[in-house]
């Protein structure tokens, strides 16, 4: 299964909706959920994981959770607790 689909199905993350990361220095990456619970990156590249996607960026092991936030702020972490999920990935 693939991380983000509790979210999309208890309605806190919208199929085609884009989360972003905005790194340091300036950068700002995007991703669009999926409705399988999938985020797809700006390249076409589709992850299990937001710590997947992350990573495919960086190399380097990175918690996507924190790092992909909505529109509004939030980060994919905060959605997670609110249905009472584990950040793990």
Known sequence: MNALLPLVQAGLLKPNSTVTWKRRGGQVLTATVQADGSLTTADGKTHRTPSGAAKHHTGKPIDGWNAWSLPDGRRLSD?????GGSTND
Not at 79 to 83: E, K, P, S
Request: hydrophobic content about 80%.
């Open 79 to 83: 959605l997670r607790a609110a249905i």
